[in-house]
């Protein structure tokens, strides 16, 4: 199993990590975050450093405050304890900070540091293990984003 591991991460490493597609508009939706006084973190299980370097494939990675993730030897990924680390770090107020992600992890996450949660239902995890994960809000297109965020933004401003 440690082999198939390794060889995976060394395929990812030097090829996959070129294939990682980008979802439709979001590039357009980074952009305009970048451009507004919120402030963007990736809090991804994936080696921070690959995190950015696919980033920079993209020519994203200038659109995120800072790029956080697991360490290069894997560990540090656990999504409750690193979120508790970015809000630590950054000196976020979790009740004015958003999580969006596409698995239950990322909902458990945000929950246990008492962030809202939004679920995207186009990445991996799917409608019935965001909704029974708890997330505050389902959207269920990347173009339903932008109008997902600006509209919980406002509820948290108003809290």
Known sequence: MDKAVALYRRFYEETGRFQTPLFPQFSILLRRLERSPVRIFTATSKPASLALSILKNHGLDECFDT???????????????????????????????LMIGDRRFDIFGAHANRLRAIGVLWGYGGKDELTEAGADLLVSSPDDLPLAIDGQLRALSRS
Do not use: Y
């Not at 809000?87 to 976020?92: A, C, D, K, T, V």
């Open 67 to 97: 790029v956080h993730g697991a360490a290069d030897d894997d560990t540090g990924g656990e999504k409750p304890e690193m979120i508790a680390r970015i809000i630590h770090q950054e000196g976020l107020d979790p009740a004015r900070t």
